[in-house]
């Protein structure tokens, strides 16, 4: 059984069809990159995959371990392992990073029947996992991504990732904003994650992010839909000739 | 006759009545203020719908006349405050039983030389003219109606008088008790602050009751600040769900004077804070904030007045609250700068969050401007919380209840986060806490499943 499996996904927003029978399989210890031109439905394939209000599937299910997540909340969706990291990361001022991904860990942690961290336990926890990702004591305690760079949002994203250890991620242009170290921090911080537990799928534009976490499978997203897979020479493959033929093919 | 007037009598009449008995009776300008107070209540009525100030606030609750000027206070023990790192500030207490200085409950310590705290009533025995320049002065009686009914019982209080350029240390604490009398209890209490040149002080108010019972307190305040004088101002009402209390502070402010408010209003079945700010001279730097949390049917109201009559001066405003079941909030704001105020700087943002479809918000910020070199800038928003922060939240595996009141706690601590004195900041939010627990979760929680 496939640890995430879509299956003629069809999903509108604010009534307009965006997602036209996409279907997608992917196994635990896998990678898989998804690639396609701008408004393609990259973003809203990960909102329709965590449940955001607004984004109505008209068809199709998804599977989680077998199980469909439709009839699940967006919260119930991430306790059983979905996370998302955001394109566009979102501020909130007044609640810090530690009180946030305290309460976002006990929450999973509960899910899961183990015990919630005591607060100083947690800052122990959260300080491991934030070295390894160049986050400072003092990102952990400022409010929730609030004036934050481009970069360090996106560097906040693999940090909550780490500290929630999701069964499926999926990484909506984790890699646009980062400069070149800040790269290579965050993919290290993927692949430490990778494991026969875990599926990903990394949205990204650029091959440049698939040297860093290589992918078992690359597809490209056209028009809704999958319009063609294949193994990393993809990725190179379109790095050269760009979308132009998976449009014609549509319009 | 104004409208009202049928209102306004069985007040009036007990005001007469009181007046031969009231301290201070026959010092000559004493009687005339109380005189000038009731001729203007008189005038005005209870305030109605078209007093610029009273649109959207109604005083039909007190129509009746039903409450009865509180006597002696009750020999009532000091109730708990809502919060006990209120209570462990170190600070100068005092503490007013029914607008009455109690003190046996209060501890002010060894106060330092040039600062004086006691009660009015016992200045307008000992010392008369010490008051003459500043009671009735700063507030501007025939546009505060309900200052008028407070003057034409003017009585008693507290007093406080910080000499130039000596500076209090510990804050003042007022603890203000409101306690059933015989039937429901009027309280008419006139607080007076004076501040010298470059004098700082710091002053806590709490509001609270004794028991359960419907008090009507009217509570007016003025504040005089002198060249270079400092006054942090926190207020704190949480008076029983069937009392109504009205504010009214007054405050005069010259050069180069800072005045920092903040009301966080929580109590009382209809709550009014209206603050006057005159900024009299160049370089004040004045700030008006507040929260407020309301349920049930609760009316809060919040009214400011702010006015740069001088150049270069600062003014801001913001006042954020959280309105649930049927509550309504008013938040009416004016910032009034004339045609010599150049480089005003005056800013003023209402925000509330409306957790029920039934809660509503009336806000009317306003600007009047005669002056052309100016910064000012006012806004108002009203909703339910932000879809993409819940979202955020939610897409993390936090609870729907749990993801509100973070956001809601959020919302309000923000505004806690510019009270200058971190226990009483940390005390706010306690209360806070308190109060989403009581009346947000449960309901929320239902709501999302
Ligand atoms: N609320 C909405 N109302 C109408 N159309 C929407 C709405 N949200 C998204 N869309 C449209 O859906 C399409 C797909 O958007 P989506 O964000 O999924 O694209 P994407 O593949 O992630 O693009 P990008 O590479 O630019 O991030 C776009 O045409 C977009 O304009
Ligand atoms: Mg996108």
Redesign the interface.
């Known amino acids: 059984m496939a640890l995430l499996e879509i299956r003629n996904l069809h999903a509108t927003v604010d009534g307009k069809q965006i997602l036209n029978g996409l279907d997608l399989k992917i196994d635990t210890g896998e990678v898989h990159a998804i690639m396609g031109p701008n408004g393609s439905g990259k973003s809203t394939l990960s909102y329709v995959l ?1 449940g ?2 607004g984004y109505e599937l008209t068809d199709g299910d998804i599977l989680f371990d077998g199980v469909s997540l439709l009839e699940m ?3 119930e969706r ?2 059983e392992g979905v ?2 990291a ?1 394109q566009y ?2 501020e ?4 810090t990073n530690m ?2 991904l305290r ?2 860990v006990n ?2 942690r509960e ?1 899961r029947g183990e015990m919630p961290f005591d607060p100083m336990d947690f800052v122990k926890y959260a300080r491991e996992k934030a070295t390894d990702l160049n986050v400072s004591d003092d990102m952990l305690r400022r ?2 991504n609030t004036g934050f760079s481009g970069g360090e949002k996106k560097r906040m994203e693999i940090l ?1 990732m780490a500290a ?1 250890e999701p069964r499926v991620a999926i990484l909506d242009e984790t890699d646009s904003g980062l400069d070149i170290d800040a790269l290579k921090v965050v993919a290290d911080g993927v692949n430490a994650m990778r494991s026969d537990e875990r599926g990903m799928l990394v949205i990204t534009h650029y091959q440049r992010l698939l040297d860093y976490i290589v992918p078992d499978h690359v597809h490209v997203l056209a028009n809704g839909r999958i319009v063609k897979s294949g193994d990393k020479a993809l990725a190179l493959e379109l790095e050269k000739k760009g979308y132009a033929e998976f449009l014609e093919q549509a319009a | 006759m104004p409208d009202g007037s049928e209102h306004m009598q069985p007040y009036l009449d007990q005001a007469s009545e009181a007046s031969s008995s009231l301290p201070g009776a026959g010092v000559g300008w004493i009687d005339a203020l109380r005189r000038r107070g009731t001729d203007l209540y008189g005038m005005h009525g209870l305030p109605q719908r078209r007093h610029e100030y009273w649109r959207y606030t109604n005083l039909n609750a007190l129509a009746g006349g039903s409450f009865r000027l509180a006597g002696d206070p009750p020999a009532i023990k000091l109730p708990a405050l809502p919060h006990q790192t209120l209570a462990d500030v170190l600070s100068y207490r005092v503490v007013l039983v029914n607008g009455r200085l109690r003190q046996d409950l209060s501890d002010l310590g060894t106060l330092p030389n040039g600062v004086e705290v006691g009660s009015l009533q016992a200045l307008m025995a000992a010392a008369p003219e010490r008051l003459e320049p500043y009671l009735g002065q700063v507030a501007k009686l025939d546009d505060m109606p309900m200052a008028a009914l407070n003057t034409a019982f003017l009585s008693d209080g507290m007093a406080i008088f910080v000499d130039a350029d000596v500076s209090l240390e510990k804050p003042v604490h007022l603890i203000s008790v409101s306690a059933r009398d015989d039937g429901d209890a009027m309280v008419q209490p006139r607080h007076l602050v004076v501040m010298g040149r470059g004098a700082s002080s710091t002053l806590l108010e709490t509001h609270i009751s004794a028991d359960g019972g419907a008090c009507f307190n009217n509570v007016v305040s003025e504040l005089h600040l002198a060249e270079g004088a400092k006054l942090n101002h926190s207020v704190f009402q949480h008076e029983a769900p069937t009392s109504v209390h009205l504010s009214g502070t007054a405050v005069a402010l010259a050069a180069g004077s800072t005045y920092d408010s903040f009301v966080l209003q929580s109590g009382a079945e209809i709550g009014r804070s209206e603050i006057r700010a005159y900024l009299n001279g160049p370089g004040v730097d004045c700030r008006l904030d507040g929260i407020y949390l309301a349920t049930g049917k609760q009316v809060v109201d919040n009214t400011t007045y702010v006015e740069h009559a001088a150049p270069e001066c600062r003014s801001r405003q913001v006042y954020k609250g959280v309105l649930d079941g049927e509550a309504r909030g008013v938040f009416q704001g004016k910032v009034h700068v004339v045609r010599d105020a150049q480089q005003t700087d005056g800013h003023q943002l209402s925000r509330a969050l409306l957790l029920s479809p039934r809660a509503e918000i009336d806000a009317r910020p306003e600007l009047e401007i005669y002056a052309d070199d100016v910064k000012c800038s006012h806004g108002a928003t009203a909703g339910d919380l932000d ?3 819940l ?10 209840h ?2 509100r009141r ?2 809601i ?6 505004a806690i986060g510019e009270i200058p004195v971190q226990q009483v900041a940390d005390d706010y939010l306690n209360h806070v806490q308190q109060w989403l627990s009581d009346h947000v979760e449960e309901r929320s929680d239902g709501a ?1 499943q």
């Open positions: 965590t955001r209000d909340e967006p919260d991430a306790r996370f998302l955001f990361p979102v909130i001022p007044g609640v009180t946030f309460t976002a929450a999973v899910h409010p929730v909550q929630l | 879809e993409d922060s979202f955020y939240l939610l897409s993390r595996g936090i609870h729907p749990t993801a973070m956001l706690e959020a919302f309000l601590s923000e999302s």
